[in-house]
């Protein structure tokens, strides 16, 4: 695989999934090692963000440090009394003011492609160098989980994380080598049912199982249907939740040295 990568020009397809996302690091942390660097990305929701830091030339560490203010939920949470969703964006907006500044999409070092959801006509929406816009507010589009995240209009659409249409963006890659990892992937399912002692947690567990479900199937038929040559990489997330972000060095290792 890595000679392939080293010889070819590829796309780097980076998946969704909250603070399982964070097992991208640890893939980037070989690619560096290796001397890889993808000729183009592609990202949904956090893998949406780890890209955009990549596209703009980060290394690995200082997006990694970047990443470790998700540790601290407060950091980036103020709740919404109002709206449709449970968290107000201000505190990631600012977040993400600092971390990509004026820049905007065609400012990228490598070409960057993110993917979000039209949450009116339901169609996808993938932002690219084409776009006029800031990579800052296509970054709040692509990780807008509908209410959980405030939706984010640009332009007047409306638009919500791209996990809605496509968590794991195969078929908006230009070449035909791509490395798509996938943190909701087979290795991100536990092979028991819930059995806590409070309904309400088995409750919650279902539902997050289900959505990863949802996702996982999503993904495997665009996979079964790719004309691409696929270089597929499932770190084994099963063990952690999408909003453990304090868990940030366990999961990052999660992604070491599956190249």
Same mark, same amino acid.
């Given at each position: 695989?890595?000679?392939?990568?080293?010889?070819?020009?590829?796309?780097?397809?980076?998946?969704?999934?909250?603070?399982?996302?964070?097992?991208?690091?640890?893939?980037? *942390?070989?690619?560096?090692?290796?001397?890889?660097?993808?000729?183009?990305?592609?990202? %949904?929701?956090?893998?949406?963000? @780890?890209?955009?830091?990549?596209?703009?030339?980060?290394?690995?560490?200082?997006?990694? =440090? &970047?990443? !470790? #203010?998700?540790?601290?939920?407060?950091?980036?949470?103020?709740? #919404?009394?109002?709206?449709?969703? @449970?968290? *107000?964006? $201000?505190?990631?907006?600012?977040?993400?003011?600092?971390?990509?500044?004026?820049?905007?999409?065609? /400012? %990228?070092?490598?070409?960057?492609?993110?993917?979000?959801?039209?949450?009116?006509?339901?169609?996808?929406?993938?932002? /690219?160098?084409?776009? $006029?816009?800031?990579?800052?507010?296509?970054?709040?589009?692509?990780?807008?989980?509908?209410?959980?995240?405030?939706? &984010?209009?640009?332009?007047?659409?409306?638009?919500?994380?791209?996990?809605?249409?496509?968590?794991?963006?195969?078929?908006?890659?230009?070449? $035909?080598?791509?490395?798509?990892?996938?943190?909701?992937?087979?290795?991100?399912?536990?092979?028991?049912?819930?059995?806590?002692?409070?309904?309400?947690?088995?409750?919650?567990?279902?539902?997050?199982?289900?959505?990863?479900?949802?996702?996982?199937?999503? #993904?495997?038929?665009?996979?079964?249907?790719?004309? =691409? &040559?696929?270089?597929?990489?499932?770190?084994?997330? !099963?063990?952690?939740?999408?909003? !453990?972000?304090?868990?940030?060095?366990?999961?990052?290792?999660?992604?070491?040295?599956?190249?």
């Amino acid at each position: 695989m890595i000679k392939n990568l080293q010889n070819n020009h590829f796309t780097l397809v980076l998946s969704g999934g909250g603070a399982l996302g964070i097992a991208h690091l640890g893939i980037l *942390h070989d690619m560096e090692k290796q001397h890889i660097v993808p000729n183009e990305i592609v990202g %949904t929701s956090m893998g949406g963000i @780890i890209g955009a830091c990549l596209a703009l030339e980060m290394r690995e560490e200082e997006i990694y =440090k &970047h990443i !470790q #203010s998700f540790a601290g939920i407060f950091n980036w949470i103020k709740f #919404s009394f109002s709206g449709n969703a @449970i968290v *107000h964006n $201000d505190k990631l907006a600012k977040i993400f003011e600092q971390l990509f500044k004026d820049k905007k999409m065609k /400012d %990228t070092s490598i070409p960057l492609k993110l993917i979000a959801t039209d949450l009116l006509k339901g169609e996808k929406k993938v932002f /690219d160098a084409s776009d $006029d816009v800031y990579i800052k507010d296509a970054v709040l589009c692509t990780m807008a989980i509908p209410g959980i995240f405030e939706e &984010h209009i640009i332009e007047g659409k409306t638009y919500g994380d791209g996990f809605l249409c496509k968590n794991l963006g195969i078929s908006e890659a230009s070449f $035909d080598t791509v490395l798509a990892v996938d943190v909701l992937g087979k290795n991100a399912f536990e092979e028991t049912m819930p059995d806590n002692f409070f309904k309400t947690a088995n409750v919650l567990e279902m539902f997050e199982r289900s959505i990863r479900l949802l996702i996982y199937n999503q #993904s495997k038929t665009q996979l079964e249907h790719s004309t =691409k &040559h696929v270089y597929l990489i499932e770190p084994k997330t !099963q063990g952690y939740k999408t909003y !453990q972000f304090h868990k940030h060095q366990e999961i990052r290792v999660l992604g070491l040295d599956l190249l």
